[in-house]
């Protein structure tokens, strides 16, 4: 499948129109400082855009970030421009013709960016060897991916990779496409469905259990939509499978827990992230308005506690006491056909 990844991305598809499903389409409305970022790249970068959602978190002032499966590096660019001329943006991908369109305008962003030299750079290579290239380990607060994990063969290696490049209290934060269960043989050996990034996603209870195996305790998810396919043959080989692409956020945390912990702490976001004076949004089930203490469980006080973002909230309370689990913790379907959230993510 491999090889077929390669040329569907390198040679089959020229632009975001080719694709067959809208599986690797973004929907999502941006907020406005994004919109005006996105303006700012380069058109054959755009063009060649196949992501299912917006990798872009926020508090991003000078991180180092890294991309897997950066394809031509549009989100590289967009981060390029939020992180400022002091962060870095590495990306990576294993198909030279997507390489090539990112390589070739490194300068141009740079310069329109206003910044003393380019602040992005990229690599050829597998994201299930992050090992080959020359990153450090614990070195990314965050690592970002658009629709390409479900493209990948080993799928464990890449979420390990990720982790060990993260630095403690760092996040993967992707987008990427799962079903309602298992994907057929049919479906996950057809290589259009594959390269259209159906064949190779993961039923969303595997992802979880993969993530947690690679040390990620407690995946956090933010958006959902249910995935259309139009096509009657693509909808009669899958099956009756529903596909969703999701975003999630997971934290490098080694402390975290089985499960959402109550221990009568709160969070009180402060209203200090840029562009965020009112809200600021964790999670699908967290949202903080500024000035408002929010009970939390121990698990979402360490994620603010342990990471860039304890900068921008007032935290109060500790373990000694602890009170049982937060009603509702369970594991239950985290996104639904409608689109929404069903109850029960935690807290
Ligand atoms: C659906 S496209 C998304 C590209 C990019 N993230 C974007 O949003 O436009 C998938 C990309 O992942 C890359 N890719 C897939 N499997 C990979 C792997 N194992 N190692 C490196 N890159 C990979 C492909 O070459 C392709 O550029």
């Not at 990798?55 to 939020?82: E, H, M, N, T």
């Not at 369970?330 to 409608?338: E, I, M, V």
């Amino acid at each position: 499948m491999r090889e077929f990844v390669q040329k569907y991305y390198g040679e089959v598809l020229e632009q975001t129109g080719d694709l067959k499903t809208n599986a690797c389409c973004t929907f999502e409305a941006a907020p406005e400082y994004v919109t005006a970022a996105l303006a700012e790249i380069h058109d054959d970068v755009r063009a060649r855009y196949y992501g299912c959602g917006l990798v872009l978190p926020d508090a991003l002032q000078d991180c180092r970030i890294l991309d897997l499966g950066c394809g031509s590096g549009r989100d590289c660019y967009l981060l390029s421009k939020l992180v400022g001329p002091d962060g870095e943006i590495v990306g990576v991908d294993m198909t030279e013709a997507q390489l090539a369109v990112a390589e070739r305008y490194r300068e141009y962003h740079s310069a329109r960016f206003g910044y003393p030299k380019p602040n992005v750079r990229f690599y050829h290579g597998y994201i299930e060897k992050l090992d080959a290239l020359p990153l450090k380990p614990d070195s990314f607060e965050i690592v970002v991916s658009n629709c390409v994990l479900n493209l990948s063969e080993d799928k464990e290696a890449v979420l390990a990779g990720a982790y060990r490049a993260l630095k403690t209290g760092g996040e993967l934060y992707f987008a990427d496409v799962y079903a309602d269960r298992r994907v057929p043989a049919e479906v996950a050996n057809d290589p259009v469905l594959y390269g259209e990034c159906l064949g190779g996603a993961l039923y969303w209870n595997d992802f979880v259990e993969l993530a947690k195996r690679a040390g990620f305790l407690d995946p956090r998810l933010i958006t959902d939509r249910p995935i259309e396919i139009t096509d009657p043959r693509i909808q009669e080989a899958a099956q009756g499978v529903q596909f969703f692409a999701a975003t999630y956020r997971l934290f490098k945390l080694p402390g975290l827990e089985a499960a959402c912990e109550d221990y009568g702490q709160t969070a009180t976001y402060t209203g200090s992230i840029p562009y965020l004076p009112e809200r600021f949004t964790l999670d699908k089930h967290h949202q903080f308005e500024t000035g408002q203490a929010l009970p939390v469980c121990g698990n979402t006080f360490d994620m603010l506690h342990g990471s860039r973002f304890r900068a921008h909230f007032d935290l109060h309370g500790d373990k000694s006491h602890h009170r049982g689990i937060f009603p509702d913790c369970g594991t239950t379907l985290p996104f639904d056909a409608s689109g929404v959230a069903t109850p029960g993510g935690c807290c």
